[in-house]
């Protein structure tokens, strides 16, 4: 007798080449019926007798495309129909959607043998793709996810393409941006001024520009990149003076792993993450004696690389070049270009050729940047091909927006039990990139279809994103402190629930009391915290200032350690900050004029950094703390450290740590030793607290967040340091430990604060 079921299947299922895998799987097991994308996913009849329909059901999820990610399957025994045939019917409009959009993805390894071989007619198309890789999420208007609704519109399939995109049994069926040099999009070199050169072979042109030291703005997948040959000093210094970033390090595309491992060090899982699907940039150590241009990666032990991850990057890479620097396509601060014409307005003045293509860029997405510590893949930056797959919840909530913090922004959108984290949207402090915020909001709210009943923004007043959410009368708003959402985000991350005790370290965050969080340890659930210990207070001499200037804070620490005696002495550490310089920030903070109070371990590192000779001033975020864990010399000393006790706070003492390290440099201490036993300080510190509060609290869940954990020697020995205390400790991994996590977070409080 013949059975029929219905099967509705949700997660990453279109646009990967889940139909014609399922009509290749009914007709082998010799099944009946029709497969249909939905905007919930997918749907499926099957009939066929029972033997044929288990084994069909237990190999569908084994056997899946690549790019499927399955994330539930629900089946319905029905009356049987008598079909006669299994076909692939047409996509359903319907009024809920749930259907996930894949990210985009790297070129596959069937693409890459026809993108290189001369009888096959794709033969170096810079476009090639299948419905195992190419672009997806930067390409999508709307779902379900077919060609009308993406960039690929406008391009009419010639006979040969639309024979492949129509048949189930081709690899290229229903691949949406499926062309041809025929049919698709095409590629041109221009000059500065965004003129056509009309260039017939314009890659291999741009390559010989590129080697002669020219910079080239080459349009990619989620925007456009600045390249110079790396091996290029002086085009890679001129690269750094037209774009205005001074030392920020650049990132490095080569051809191979094995062109990677001539001026880097990569371990296995390092390997792993450079060649899996998505392609990040990921942070290794340079190999001693390496022929990179100095000017990449100045005053730093590591490189940010990756390899090539669509046709037209192989194409490039494919002339000889040990590796392009290929940083992003804008001037400092401002968000990425993605539009042929703006790109000549934003880049004109640094690029000299522009090397084009006319598929739009509907959504820009930078590259991803992720490091190895403790064995596990960590995110420091997510973007391109890991958004927009959500962060699965331990139970469904409201939906909800969150707009995040000021640095390294990034929006969140709540749905059932799913999270999804936007991309990479850069540091809110001007129009462009908050207009991208917007423009990133409309867009995962439409092919989302999520509804919010809550705009969750930071704490912080003066944030543009909090300007934003007070200044819009659809939503009601609500207010989240920086640090609770570090907590809660890592928290969502990984499933739990119920109070856990998180230590929370960074830069800048406003506090409930008006003064500048930062090494903060809070007793938090997903509403409310309470903050159990912190940093004792410093002042900021300047302000903003001090965080561009980490020999300010060096002053206020020995100023708070010391008192203004101290700058009285004829001591070397302090002769080039300049005594009248000194002075006036003394008075400043005496005063309290425009030196607002900080707890923050971020502005302790600086402070660190400048007093031992590693950097007085910065040219990038997190530069001074960056360069003090490089430099450090691992060692078991540490310095006393004192755990006072403020009402039922516990008060951690930055000015006794800092007075002992002032000793040390006075001295003649080495800054690697020192930089060695400030770290071991830290850890040993944080250690002893987190017990004590533990203990104090009943809590046995110790949850870390914040920037200070991209520092991989604090992170590894303070989780291996609690852990052997018998703690369990939890540490992000799918998203970023900086302030790239806050929108998750005060979305999870959101949801939480509707719910209750």
Not at 20 to 48: D, S, W
Not at 490 to 504: Q, T
Request: aromatic share 8%; with cysteine.
């Amino acid at each position: 007798m013949a059975q029929r079921l219905r099967v509705h299947i949700q997660g990453i299922v279109q646009g990967v080449g889940f139909r014609p895998f399922i009509y290749q799987l009914a007709h082998r097991h010799r099944l009946n019926g029709y497969v249909a994308n939905t905007p919930k996913g997918v749907e499926l009849e099957v009939e066929g007798g029972r033997d044929a329909l288990h084994h069909f059901l237990e190999e569908l999820p084994e056997s899946a495309p690549p790019l499927a990610n399955i994330t539930q399957i629900e089946t319905e025994e029905l009356p049987a129909a008598a079909y006669s045939t299994f076909e692939i019917k047409a996509s359903q409009e319907g009024e809920e959607r749930a259907a996930l959009i894949s990210p985009d993805t790297t070129t596959c390894s069937d693409c890459l043998r026809e993108l290189f071989d001369p009888q096959d007619r794709r033969h170096l198309y810079p476009f090639i793709n299948c419905t195992n890789c190419g672009p997806r999420y930067t390409i999508i208007n709307d779902i379900p996810y077919d060609r009308p609704k993406t960039s690929m519109a406008v391009f009419t399939m010639c006979d040969d393409c639309a024979r492949e995109y129509h048949d189930p049994l081709d690899r290229r069926f229903h691949a949406q941006p499926n062309g041809c040099w025929s049919c698709g999009p095409r590629v041109w070199l221009a000059d500065s001024k965004g003129e056509d050169l009309k260039i017939s072979e314009p890659i291999s042109e741009a390559a010989k520009h590129l080697s002669h030291g020219a910079i080239v703005a080459v349009k990619g997948l989620g925007g456009f990149h600045l390249a110079v040959d790396a091996s290029q000093n002086e085009a890679v210094k001129r690269l750094r003076s037209r774009k205005g970033r001074e030392e920020k390090p650049l990132a490095l595309m080569s051809s191979s792993l094995e062109q990677i491992e001539r001026y880097a060090l990569v371990k296995d899982e390092e390997r792993r993450l450079l060649t899996c699907a998505q392609r990040p940039i990921v942070i290794v150590p340079k190999r001693p004696g390496n022929t990179i241009a100095p000017e990449v990666a100045p005053r730093n032990r590591y490189f940010g690389v990756m390899l090539p991850y669509t046709p037209l990057h192989y194409l490039l890479l494919s002339h000889p070049f040990l590796a392009l620097v290929m940083t992003s396509g804008n001037i400092s601060e401002e968000p990425i270009a993605i539009d042929n014409l703006e790109s000549v307005e934003r880049l004109g003045q640094i690029a000299d050729y522009f090397l084009f293509h006319d598929r739009d860029i509907l959504l820009r997405s930078d590259d991803s940047i992720l490091r190895v510590a403790r064995g596990r893949p960590r995110q420091i930056r997510r973007s391109r091909g890991y958004v927009p797959v959500p962060v699965f919840l331990r139970k469904p909530v409201a939906e909800v927006l969150a707009l995040g913090g000021e640095l390294k922004g990034t929006i969140c959108l709540t749905k059932e039990n799913r999270a999804f984290v936007g991309q990479h949207l850069g540091d809110l402090e001007n129009l462009e990139t908050l207009e991208f915020l917007e423009l990133t909001v409309r867009h995962l709210r439409r092919i989302l279809e999520v509804n919010p009943r809550l705009l969750v923004h930071d704490l912080h007043p003066d944030y543009l994103t909090t300007q934003v959410a007070l200044a819009q009368d659809e939503l009601p708003t609500l207010a989240v402190q920086h640090h609770h959402a570090h907590v809660v985000s890592c928290m969502a991350e990984h499933g739990l629930e119920d109070k856990v005790l998180g230590l929370a370290l960074d830069g800048t965050g406003y506090g409930d009391d008006g003064c500048i969080w930062g090494g903060e340890i809070l007793v938090a659930d997903e509403r409310n915290y309470e903050r159990v210990a912190h940093f004792d207070y410093v002042p900021m001499p300047g302000g903003e200032k001090a965080i561009k200037e980490p020999w300010r804070m060096a002053v206020a620490y020995l100023w708070a350690g010391f008192g203004e005696e101290i700058f009285q002495k004829d001591l070397p550490v302090l002769q080039s900050w300049g005594r009248d310089q000194i002075t006036v920030l003394i008075q400043m903070m005496r005063r309290g004029f425009n030196s607002p109070l900080t707890s923050s371990c971020g502005r302790l590192f600086d402070a660190v950094a400048a007093l031992i000779g590693v950097r007085d001033r910065i040219a990038y975020e997190g530069q001074a703390a960056i360069e003090l864990e490089q430099c450090m010399e691992p060692t078991t000393d540490k310095y006393h450290y004192e755990l006072g006790e403020v009402g039922d706070r516990l008060l951690l003492s930055p000015t006794a740590i800092f007075a002992q390290v002032f000793d040390d440099v006075v001295s003649g201490v080495a800054p690697e030793l020192v930089s060695g036993k400030f770290h071991q300080t830290l850890i040993t510190m944080f250690a002893d607290a987190c017990l004590q509060l533990c203990k104090l609290h009943g809590l046995n869940r110790v949850v870390c967040s914040g920037g200070v954990f991209q520092n991989v020697f604090l992170l590894e020995n303070l989780e291996d340091r609690l852990g052997a205390s018998g703690l369990e400790v939890y540490t992000p991994q799918l998203i970023p430990a900086n302030d790239g996590c806050i929108s998750l977070g005060q979305a999870i409080v959101g949801a939480a604060t509707l719910e209750e």
